[in-house]
């Protein structure tokens, strides 16, 4: 099983004064990255490992592309 992202060492070292003087926009992008590092801060689906997903932006989630086309 993988290491939860808040447990890695860029979250154990992120500072909230940081997070908080940047803003909301820069404190979601930079948690995206924390959780998809080797994307760069682009959405995985967890359910089917996939790499293309659109994103909600209304909601600030993210939808898979694949689990939807499959259950249409």
Do not use: N
């Amino acid at each position: 099983m993988a290491q939860h992202f808040l447990l890695s060492a860029a979250a154990r070292t992120l500072s909230l004064r940081k997070i908080y003087t940047e803003g909301e926009q820069a404190a979601y992008e930079t948690f995206c990255k924390m959780r998809w590092p080797e994307t760069d801060g682009e959405a995985i689906c967890p359910q089917c490992g996939c790499y293309e997903a659109y994103k909600i932006t209304t909601r600030r989630k993210f939808k898979c592309k694949a689990v939807t086309t499959s259950s249409a």
